[in-house]
C-alpha cells in the first residue's frame, strides 16, 4: 500500500513519540541527522526502517521526514538495522514492540506499559545470554575431558 504524505506524516509523528519514551531521545534529535548518540541512533534507524519498509518511503525522499538525510545514509541505516534483526534478539524485541505499539496505535497514554515490556524483555535475553554461555562453557570442559 502506498500512503499519502499526509499520512506519513501523521504516523512518522506517533512513531517518533514512541521512540522518544522507548530510547530516551528527545524528539528533535530524532528527526534530524546532527547526534551521533547511541540512542538516538537506535531511534532514528526504527524510524528510518519503519518509514521505508512499512509505509514504502523512498531513500531518495526521506529527506521530507527527517532533516539532513540523504539516500545514501537512508540505505546505510535500513541496511544496518536489518542486520541486526537478523543476529540482534534484543534489537528485534525491541522493534517488534515499536510495531506492534505504533500500528495499534496505542501511543502516549501506555507508554508506561512499553517502557515496563521492554525491560522485561531486556532482561529475559541477558538470563537467556548468561544460560547460554553458561552452557558452552560446560560444552568445553566436556569436550576437553573426553579428548
Given at each position: 500500500m502506498i500512503y499519502h504524505s499526509k499520512n506519513v506524516d501523521n504516523i512518522k509523528?506517533?512513531?517518533v513519540s514512541i521512540l522518544s519514551e522507548m530510547f530516551n531521545a528527545k524528539e528533535h534529535l530524532i528527526l534530524d541527522m546532527k547526534s551521533r548518540k547511541h540512542n538516538i541512533i537506535h531511534a532514528k534507524r526504527f524510524l528510518i526502517y519503519y518509514l521505508h519498509k512499512a509505509l514504502h518511503v523512498k531513500h531518495l525522499h526521506m529527506n521530507k521526514y527527517i532533516k539532513n538525510i540523504d539516500h545514501a545514509t537512508s540505505i546505510h541505516h535500513v541496511k544496518k538495522l536489518d542486520n541486526f534483526l537478523d543476529f540482534d534478539i534484543m534489537?528485534?524485541?525491541?522493534?517488534?514492540?515499536?510495531?506492534?505499539?505504533?500500528?495499534?496505535?496505542?501511543?502516549i497514554e501506555?507508554?508506561?506499559?512499553?517502557?515496563?515490556?521492554?525491560?522485561?524483555?531486556?532482561?529475559?535475553?541477558?538470563?537467556?545470554?548468561?544460560?547460554?554461555?553458561?552452557?558452552?562453557?560446560?560444552?568445553?570442559?566436556?569436550?576437553?575431558?573426553?579428548?
Open positions: 509523528d506517533l512513531a534489537t528485534k524485541n525491541d522493534y517488534t514492540i515499536f510495531v506492534n505499539h505504533l500500528e495499534n496505535n496505542t501511543g501506555n507508554i508506561d506499559l512499553l517502557i515496563h515490556e521492554l525491560k522485561y524483555l531486556r532482561l529475559k535475553s541477558e538470563l537467556l545470554t548468561d544460560k547460554f554461555e553458561k552452557l558452552q562453557l560446560n560444552a568445553e570442559k566436556l569436550r576437553k575431558h573426553n579428548i
